[in-house]
């Protein structure tokens, strides 16, 4: 198993651009996060998808959106990105049962936005 | 805002000593979770305690959750070099979503 893999690793945009960041996982879960990461703060929920087909806004949705088309991907687009936008994005997952909420998480991607 | 805060914010301990690092949270939770990070790397569950518990161990780790404060604490006894990392803390709300510290930056002196 490959766990929670994502793609790209690093990638630096100017101010304008687009990109799409994708978050696959192969472990079956139903739930599945984006999460930003910012120095000296902790995670902050960006969007989320209880199943294949469904998103909700976190706690930092704004210029950010995501599609959950497949179970195991999980996209999350910036359409014009801004330098406020310069973070470390994480994707995790984890399972639908309440017993093991454990979320598992990808080795994330930073971006940097010029 | 929801976020917990951890304290301290930065520990440096010598080789073999015990480290703690605690959280407080604001909202009634129905867990709370401790995961590491290593350097610019992805996080890594540790430990997760339930809301009607008062202590749990794994190996060297030992959380205590004491909801009439709204507080846990994480201790790792018998440090090593290789528990440098930064240990967040992240509580799960009452929608289930986790809400997450700050972070504590351990270092551990050889």
């Known amino acids: 198993n490959a766990g929670v893999t994502q793609t790209p690793k690093f990638r630096v945009l100017k101010t304008g651009q687009s990109m799409t960041l994708l978050c696959a996982q192969d472990m079956n879960h139903e739930y599945m996060y984006w999460y930003r990461q910012d120095p000296g703060m902790g995670l902050r929920l960006i969007h989320y998808s209880v199943g294949e087909g469904t998103t909700a806004k976190g706690e930092v949705p704004d210029g950010y959106n995501v599609s959950r088309l497949k179970k195991q991907n999980f996209l999350l687009g910036l359409e014009s990105a801004a330098p406020s936008q310069t973070s470390v994005y994480f994707c995790?997952?984890?399972?639908?049962?309440?017993?093991?909420?454990?979320?598992?998480f990808g080795p994330g991607t930073r971006l940097l936005v010029l | 805002s929801q976020q917990g805060e951890e304290d301290p914010q930065a520990l440096s301990i010598q080789e073999g000593e015990n480290a703690t690092m605690n959280c407080s949270y604001k909202?009634?939770?129905?867990?709370l979770q401790w995961y590491r990070q290593n350097s610019g790397r992805g996080l890594v569950h540790l430990i997760l305690i339930r809301s009607n518990e008062r202590e749990k161990h794994r190996g060297r780790l030992r959380v205590t959750l004491d909801t009439s404060k709204k507080s846990s604490s994480l201790l790792i006894t018998a440090s090593r070099a290789a528990d440098t990392a930064s240990y967040f803390c992240?509580?799960?709300?009452?929608?289930?979503?986790?809400?997450w510290g700050a972070g504590t930056k351990l270092i551990i002196k050889p």
């Open positions: 992240a509580f799960m709300d009452s929608n289930y979503q986790l809400i």
């Open positions: 995790a997952s984890r399972d639908l049962d309440r017993s093991e909420e454990t979320q598992y």
């Open positions: 909202t009634s939770i129905n867990n």
